[in-house]
């Protein structure tokens, strides 16, 4: 079965220092989602994209992040200059189609550790 | 806004009995999909099943059930005959409407740390 893959698994970085964090969505998937889990927390939304461009984000997402699609399989999330409270699970999720009963197909995640 | 509760952070259940993870929703949307996700220990989240707004029937998938009250705002799973590889977190997930173009996040509960005992 087609799975999402995030790479790498575990990314260790220094506060301040730029990590991009990569995913390969299920080839035939339209939409596509960037999440992250603080240790023992709820998971929460960061952004999703659609068609090119972001199509929602939340309060999370600010000018520290960004995300990119490529060459068409790949899925970036960008962390301008990471801080502590950045340390996280990052999910990256992909969707087939706008059917309200279509679910987000999850990676296994990148945890992200700033020190 | 969307907001999903789920009130037991831990539950305990002996293999091969049933067991119910409860799930709270309010929304003021008339149209909505509700989503239960299974984390393993490992960390994945694991898609295990859904229930449309406008659904009649309460959604089944093998030893997964859902027991959707609309009036009462609640969507509970039930894990039937439970299984020591069923310890994990559980998280119950809300999408409201969204067009074509809305992304339609989903917004997650805080999760429900279920064990099994042998």
């Known amino acids: 079965e087609p799975e999402v893959t995030q790479t790498p698994s575990h990314q260790v970085t220094q506060m301040g220092q730029e990590v991009i964090l990569r995913c390969v969505p299920i080839?035939?998937?339209?939409?596509f989602y960037w999440y992250r889990q603080i240790l023992g927390q709820k998971v929460e939304f960061l952004v999703s994209?659609?068609?090119?461009?972001?199509?929602?984000k939340s309060e999370i997402f600010d000018d520290q992040f960004s995300v990119e699609r490529p060459d068409g399989s790949n899925f970036t999330l960008k962390i301008r200059s990471t801080k502590l409270e950045d340390s996280a699970m990052y999910f990256c999720?992909?969707?087939?189609?706008?059917?309200?009963?279509?679910?987000?197909?999850f990676g296994n995640g990148t945890r992200l550790t700033v020190t | 806004a969307q907001k999903i509760t789920q009130t037991q952070p831990g539950m305990f259940v002996q293999e091969k009995e049933a067991v119910t993870l409860d799930c709270t929703y309010d929304?003021?949307?008339?149209?909505?999909?509700l989503f239960w996700y299974k984390q393993p220990s490992s960390g994945e989240m694991i898609f295990l099943i859904y229930?449309?707004?406008?659904?009649?029937q309460n959604a089944t998938e093998g030893r997964y059930s859902l027991n959707f009250q609309k009036a009462r705002k609640s969507a509970n799973l039930v894990i039937s005959a439970s299984q020591l590889g069923d310890s994990a977190m559980y998280f119950c997930?809300?999408?409201?409407?969204?067009?074509?173009?809305?992304?339609?996040?989903?917004?997650f509960g805080e999760g429900t740390q279920l064990t099994v005992n042998p």
């Open positions: 999720a992909s969707r087939a189609d706008s059917w309200n009963n279509s679910p987000l197909h």
């Open positions: 080839s035939n998937h339209l939409y």
């Open positions: 994209f659609y068609n090119n461009e972001i199509s929602e």
């Open positions: 929304t003021s949307d008339q149209s909505y999909g």
């Open positions: 229930q449309g707004s406008y659904d009649e």
């Open positions: 997930a809300m999408r409201g409407p969204g067009g074509e173009t809305s992304g339609s996040r989903l917004t």
